[in-house]
């Protein structure tokens, strides 16, 4: 497979090898039944060379992913090693995502998991997003005492995330928010949820939601903090957002999106927070 | 990887391959997001030769699956192919799994789904089961209205399914059996459930609740409807399996399994009725 986008496959325990060759066992546990977990973040060649950003925080959450699931355990300073060599090894320009996975191995016969490291150009840059919500069919608490249902966990079991993000794009959005079967909006498919009211910011609780813990947004609290601001946890609905003074999904890899429609009805954009906000995410201000 | 498993690995468009080497790209959104669906399929290797049991209605089901997910369409016929000539280069005696598998292609450079079929020795035989029932987290209806949920599709984002499996054996049970939050009893992790109660056979209705169309189900009921019985569809709560005749998970690749166990609660086992849903199905009879 011929391509001219660079990207970069390396194995732990291996380093870098040529992207495009196979590389997976077609028994591993990871493809036969989305049986691992993963990690994205983000890489940025820049003048002044390669960096990974908040390598060690994405890596401990890699890792308690792996624990949560029963795999085994994930070395963070091995995988600090890859994700750097990978990232190093990258010869594009800009913006990348580096994935991580870790897999349980052979499902017919025992193997070792398959441990991998991804690097490849972000497409596109952040742009204000439509949203379409749509339901998670659970209430916002269902993953209290239901360790099975892997609330929180980032498997790659993300079937239905994806099928998420091809539901919206067919009602003309541009993203999906999952909202819980009792009415609470919950995070997007592949990013967090922060809202701006009254002066506050306000975001969505982990724990019993089975919402992941964002990264990004652990990094915009702390920035919040020094600035004398607080990012508080707390169930919203749907129609309280009419009163925001802006709303955004955040990731590692997008940075701070304003969401600027909700299922058709639109959305305060507020391009001062928004700037505030991609600063402290570190991330150059979105457009808008 | 050498092993003395005799086990098959086909790929559509290529055939056989030497089983354990790599095959997949590690970009591959069947292994970083379980984009992808699979089937099951029961291979018997005996005195009279190699077949593979309801080829058809698996494929079939497996075209429904790829299609419910917007992935490339099925082909039936060249899918019946690779099935058969995986199962024919099997060298083992007895009993096997044939796994086929479809993803969406590259993640980050657009490429060629992976279309793969594997065979391997089933291990063990059917034998009573003790269940524990967990809860699914959605109501019994989650699923009407919500097809971005992917219910009734065999995807192989399938990591709540075996961490539903590990948290049985944690409890000291050999299967789980999940239950809607509204208490009903619904499927297996890879089974379906029937229930013998009043001289009638009842098992869990597809479609709103999600659960996956069972193909050895429907091979029982045609078997029960040419001898003048029904299997009706009917949601069922725990409580009930205590008046039962007896209850079983039942699927492709371990037959009939009677469940003599649920949460620690003894169940009926009746050996009369398990051999007649085992010989339904086309399988040898259960011990226990």
């Given at each position: ?60 959450r890699f ?9 085994p ?5 091995a995988?600090?090693?890859?994700v750097?060599?990978a ?5 594009g ?9 870790w897999?349980?191995?052979?499902e ?8 991998v490291?991804?690097?490849a ?9 439509r ?7 659970r ?14 966990v ?7 995330n ?16 999952f ?6 909006l ?17 975001t ?39 009163l925001?003074t802006?709303?955004?999904l ?21 391009p001062?927070i928004t ?14």
């Open positions: 497979m011929e391509t001219s986008i660079p990207r970069v496959v390396a194995v732990l325990g291996r380093g870098v090898l040529t992207p495009g060759s196979p590389l997976v066992p077609a028994d591993d546990l990871g493809f036969t039944r989305g049986d691992g977990c993963f990690d994205a973040l983000r890489v940025v060649r820049d003048a002044e060379g390669v960096r990974v950003d908040h390598a060690t925080r994405h890596l401990e890792a308690r992913s792996a624990a949560a699931m029963g795999l355990p994930i070395d963070v300073a995988w600090t090693g890859l750097h060599e990232a190093e090894a990258w010869e320009e800009g913006e990348a995502v580096c994935k991580v996975i897999t349980r191995g052979g017919f016969v025992a193997s070792d998991p398959v441990g490291a991804l690097v150009p972000v497409p596109g840059s952040c742009v204000p997003l949203v379409a919500a749509l339901t998670t069919g209430r916002a608490d269902a993953f209290r005492d239901a360790p099975w249902l892997l609330g929180g980032k498997t790659i079991s993300y079937a239905t994806a099928a998420a993000k091809r539901e919206a794009a067919r009602r003309g959005a541009d993203d999906a928010v909202v819980s079967s009792d009415g609470y919950l995070e997007g498919p592949t990013s967090a949820l922060v809202v701006a009211r009254h002066g506050l910011l306000d969505t609780p982990t724990a019993h939601t089975g919402i992941l813990p964002s990264v990004t947004l652990a990094v915009i609290a702390e920035h919040a903090a020094a600035a004398g601001r607080e990012v508080r946890e707390r169930l919203m609905k749907p129609e309280e957002l009419g925001a802006g709303v955004w955040v990731s590692a890899i997008r940075g701070v999106c304003p969401v600027v429609e909700l299922d058709g009805r639109p959305l305060p954009f507020n001062r700037r505030t906000l991609a600063r402290w995410a570190g991330f150059a201000p979105a457009e808008g």
